[in-house]
Structure formats: C-alpha cells, structure tokens
C-alpha cells in the first residue's frame, strides 16, 4: 500500500527560527509532491508544490525533494507565530495521498 | 473569485435522515473530489470524478453516493447517515489529473450525526 509518512508532532519552535518539517513516501514511481498548511477547522492551503530533485525556494518557504531517499522536506525561515498549523505532505503518483500531517507551534 | 463552495458549512442531523452536501466549482476543473477528516486518520478519499458523469470510489466510499451531471457540481450524497460518518469534510478539484494539478479545497462542511 502506498504511504506518506509525517510525524504528527508537535513540533515546536521558537519565533525567528527555521523549522524543518519531514516526510517520506513509500511509491518510487511518484512525480508530484504538495504542502498544504491547514489551520484549525480550516481547510488545507496549497503552499509549496515540487516536482524535481532539489531545493524550491519561495518567500520564507523552502521545498527540498530527494527522490532516491524518497523524502521531502519543508523548511520554514523566520517563523512567525501565524505558522503555527498542521502541514500535510502531499504525494502523487496517479492518486494524490495524504500524510497525517505535523502540527507545528511558534512560540513568542 | 476562484473558488471551491460547499454548503452547508454546519450540519446537525439524526441517524437515518437523508441528506446532501453541495459542492460547486467556478475554474472549469474536470477533477472533482471528496474527502472526510478525522483525528488521527487524516484526510481520507471518499470518491472522486474525472469528468461528468465520470466517478469511482475512493478508499472510504461505503455509504456515500455522488453524482456528476455538470461540470461544476459534484455533491456528496448520504442516503442513511450513521453516527460513524460524523466527521470533516472537503470537496477539492482540480484543472486535470495530471501531476502537476494541485487540488484546491472548499471550506470544509461539520457533520454530526446523532
């Protein structure tokens, strides 16, 4: 069965710092990959999508994939108290499957 | 604006009672879909469309029905809500199945059967 895997957390940092958020997939075959940030009682917010080995970069956002350990990460610069939310890792391969998400907390 | 709408936002409702969650879309998207959330499971798929009249089952489709008659509705269909279909749920779509399709999701509707 195809697998996305997140700690569900939480993670928590202090303001001003990176966080680093992790996923693995378990599908080799897998072409496309998505975070989505959710807010409580909200609904998920596309926010970084990447399909190639290496970094994207966008505002505080960064992607990183590598596809030979068949893990994507999510890193957070300056972090900001309206972080805090549950991010879910997206992984597609035909299907679109979900990770259970990491809940992060900035704290002040 | 670009939207996905669900309606109604807040459900409250007995085991039993017939009941539908409407789902518009206003960006042309062929793919339409619907999941359920719940703590500790994440989002599960419940069933998907590709096109009109064109749908299939996700991995928790029992008890569920949707239909596709137009482009831009797809809604999600409780014939005899139980107490275990209490949950979150989002319809999403997407321009085309393609890889590099991300879905983008409707505000969600509250479910609680009684």
């Known amino acids: 069965q195809k697998e996305v895997e997140q700690n569900s957390g939480p993670l928590s940092v202090p303001e001003g710092a990176i966080a680093s958020l992790n996923c693995t997939y378990s599908?080799?075959?897998?072409?496309?990959f998505f975070w989505y940030r959710q807010y409580s009682g909200k609904s998920p917010e596309l926010i970084m999508s990447i399909y190639s080995n290496g970094d994207k970069e966008d505002g505080r956002f960064t992607a990183q994939l590598n596809k030979a350990s068949q893990y994507v990460s999510l890193l957070i610069r300056d972090s900001q108290p309206s972080d805090s939310a549950t991010y879910l890792c997206a992984v597609k391969e035909g299907k679109l499957i979900f990770g259970q998400g990491t809940t992060l907390q900035v704290k002040p | 604006e670009a939207q996905v709408t669900q309606n109604p936002r807040y459900l409250i409702t007995v085991t039993g009672k017939k009941l539908t969650v409407t789902c518009s879309q206003n960006?042309?998207?062929?793919?339409m879909s619907w999941y359920r959330q719940d703590p500790g499971l994440g989002l599960r798929q419940i069933y998907y469309?590709?096109?009109?009249?064109?749908?299939d089952k996700g991995d928790v489709p029992e008890g569920y029905k949707v239909s596709r008659k137009e482009k831009r509705n797809f809604p999600l269909i409780l014939e005899s809500p139980s107490p275990n279909q209490t949950s979150l749920y989002f319809c999403?779509?997407?321009?085309?199945?393609?890889?590099?399709?991300?879905?983008?999701f409707g505000n969600g509707t509250r479910l609680t059967v009684t």
């Open positions: 999403a779509s997407s321009l085309m199945t393609g890889y590099n399709s991300p879905l983008h």
């Open positions: 960006m042309n998207h062929e793919y």
């Open positions: 599908d080799r075959g897998s072409q496309s």
């Open positions: 469309s590709m096109n009109v009249e064109v749908t």
